[in-house]
T-cell receptor, first 114, second 114 residues
Framework: DAGVIQSPRHEVTEMGQEVTLRCKPI?????LFWYRQTMMRGLELLIY????????DSGMPEDRFSAKMPNASFSNLKIQPSEPRDSAVYFCASSSGELGYEQYFGPGTRLTVT | AQSVTQPDIHITVSEGASLELRCNYSYGATPYLFWYVQSPGQGLQLLLKYFSGDTLVQGIKGFEAEFKRSQSSFNLRKPSVHWSDAAEYFC????????????FGTGTLLAVQP
C-alpha cells in the first residue's frame, strides 16, 4: 500500500483565499483523522471520521474550517477564508478499528498564509 | 482526564551513547501505548506499540520500550544512538473503546552529537 497520501505538500496562499487540503487514507482503514501541528500548540486533533461519518469535530478551531469525507477513499479539509494564523502543517492519518489503534500518518501539507 | 507527559523537551546525546526518553501517562484503564518518530519535514512514523502481554516491546530501528504499570510509564530506549536518530519523538496513549483516538505528548526533540 502507498500509505496515506496528502496533497498538496506545500501551499502558499494569501489571506482571505479558500484553501483545500486533500487526503487519501490507507485502503481498508475505517478511521480518518485531521491534525494540525504548530510550534506553539504542538499536534492538535481537529476532526475525525469513522466510516465516512464525522464523529468529533470539537478540535476545529472556527467555522472557517470544514471537513468532509464523501467516500472511504477521500477526505478534504477546507479553510475559508484563510488567515495568517492558520499557517501550520496539516496531517491526515488513518487507522483500522479491527487491526488496532495505531494511526498511520501522511507526509503533511505545509500551509503558509501571507 | 487522560494525558501524556514527556518531561524532556530537548535531549542531546553523543553518537553511540545509550538513550532513554521518558513518557508518563494518566489513564484509568489498561492503556494502549505508542511511540512515534518525526524526522524534519516528515509525518509521524510508528516506532512501536504496547497493547498487552510482554511489557518489553521491540520496535523498528533498534528501539524498545518498557511498560511499567506501577509507574504509569512507557519509556523508550535504544542502546546505541546513530546520527540518523535525530528527530522528534512522540509518546501517545490510545483511548480505546470505539474512538480510536490517540492522546499525544508534547514531544521530545533529540539531537545527536558526533
Amino acid at each position: 500500500d502507498a500509505g496515506v497520501i496528502q496533497s498538496p505538500r506545500h501551499e502558499v496562499t494569501e489571506m482571505g483565499q479558500e484553501v483545500t487540503l486533500r487526503c487519501k487514507p490507507i485502503s481498508g482503514h475505517d478511521y480518518l483523522f485531521w491534525y494540525r501541528q504548530t510550534m506553539m500548540r504542538g499536534l492538535e486533533l481537529l476532526i475525525y471520521f469513522n466510516n465516512n461519518v464525522p464523529i468529533d469535530d470539537s478540535g476545529m478551531p472556527e467555522d472557517r474550517f470544514s471537513a468532509k469525507m464523501p467516500n472511504a477513499s477521500f477526505s478534504n479539509l477546507k479553510i475559508q477564508p484563510s488567515e495568517p494564523r492558520d499557517s501550520a502543517v496539516y496531517f491526515c492519518a488513518s487507522s483500522s478499528g479491527e487491526l488496532g489503534y495505531e494511526q498511520y500518518f501522511g507526509p503533511g501539507t505545509r500551509l503558509t498564509v501571507t | 482526564a487522560q494525558s501524556v507527559t514527556q518531561p524532556d523537551i530537548h535531549i542531546t546525546v553523543s553518537e553511540g551513547a545509550s538513550l532513554e526518553l521518558r513518557c508518563n501517562y494518566s489513564y484509568g484503564a489498561t492503556p494502549y501505548l505508542f511511540w512515534y518518530v518525526q524526522s524534519p519535514g516528515q509525518g509521524l512514523q510508528l516506532l512501536l506499540k504496547y497493547f498487552s502481554g510482554d511489557t518489553l516491546v521491540q520496535g523498528i530501528k533498534g528501539f524498545e520500550a518498557e511498560f511499567k504499570r506501577s509507574q504509569s510509564s512507557f519509556n523508550l530506549r535504544k542502546p546505541s544512538v546513530h546520527w540518523s536518530d535525530a528527530a522528534e519523538y512522540f509518546c501517545a496513549v490510545g483511548l480505546g473503546g470505539a474512538t480510536n483516538k490517540l492522546i499525544f505528548g508534547t514531544g521530545t526533540l533529540l539531537a545527536v552529537q558526533p
